[in-house]
């Protein structure tokens, strides 16, 4: 697609949400749809305070989700509480919209001992499990980080703020992860990695999600999309 001056004038907008900055975790990719759509794509972790900002100083609409990369509880809910007051200033504004993902599920089990770092079981008791199985069930943390963010929702003091399902849609998927991931081309955990954690894509899937998120945003207060 040709790009346009108002494309142009878009990018130095978001320059602070694309630039690779202090943490480099690309990919952080402005998008320019049919019509007056764009959009930035910007993969963070964890909640920093001056990407909040950054935020909420250029777009309109923000789709965001921090959770599986929390282990303390206490430190999570601090983080969404103070990222929450800024979000929440800005979701009360005409036009604008914030939609908070719920954090998906995992499909490891409490037995590996080294598994409850990530869902990808790079630490996993080997001599218990040689093979790369996801499980049907969910069962470390993720429920916790999910009660994390009702409660912060359930203080009163976000209503702007609209929260996007996920955990539903994700926990009966345990299949669908990429499984078994070993010899991988740049040589990361080359004999040892199992994802639990990342989910194929699946149209149908992301569908229903997508349509969730329409939801949402109708429910918001960006008015161009009522």
Not at 24 to 41: I, N
Not at 107 to 123: I, R
Not at 167 to 176: G, S, V
């Amino acid at each position: 697609m040709r790009t346009t001056p108002v494309f142009h004038e878009f990018l130095a907008q978001t320059k602070p949400l694309w630039l690779m900055g202090k943490r480099k975790k690309p990919p952080k990719l402005p998008q320019q749809a049919v019509g007056d759509m764009r959009m930035v794509y910007a993969r963070v972790t964890t909640m920093h305070p001056d990407e909040v900002q950054a935020a909420v100083a250029t777009a309109d609409a923000l789709v965001l989700n921090w959770g599986l990369h929390y282990g303390k509880m206490p430190q999570y809910e601090a983080d969404l509480t103070a990222a929450f007051k800024e979000l929440e200033a800005h979701a009360a504004q005409p036009g604008k919209a914030v939609i908070f993902q719920e954090t998906g599920a995992q499909h490891f089990k409490a037995s590996d001992p080294g598994g409850y770092a990530t869902g990808e079981w790079e630490f996993r008791d080997k001599s218990a499990d040689k093979q790369c199985r996801c499980q049907q069930t969910e069962d470390f943390n993720v429920n916790a980080r999910n009660s994390v963010l009702y409660r912060v929702l359930g203080t009163g003091k976000f209503n702007h703020i609209q929260l996007l399902p996920f955990y539903n849609l994700t926990r009966p998927r345990w299949r669908w992860h990429f499984g078994n991931c070993t010899q991988r081309p740049n040589g990361w955990n080359y004999y040892s990695c199992c994802d639990c954690t990342h989910f194929c894509y699946s149209p149908g899937m992301w569908g229903v999600h997508l349509n969730g998120l329409v939801r949402a945003l109708r429910h918001s207060k960006a008015a161009a999309l009522r």
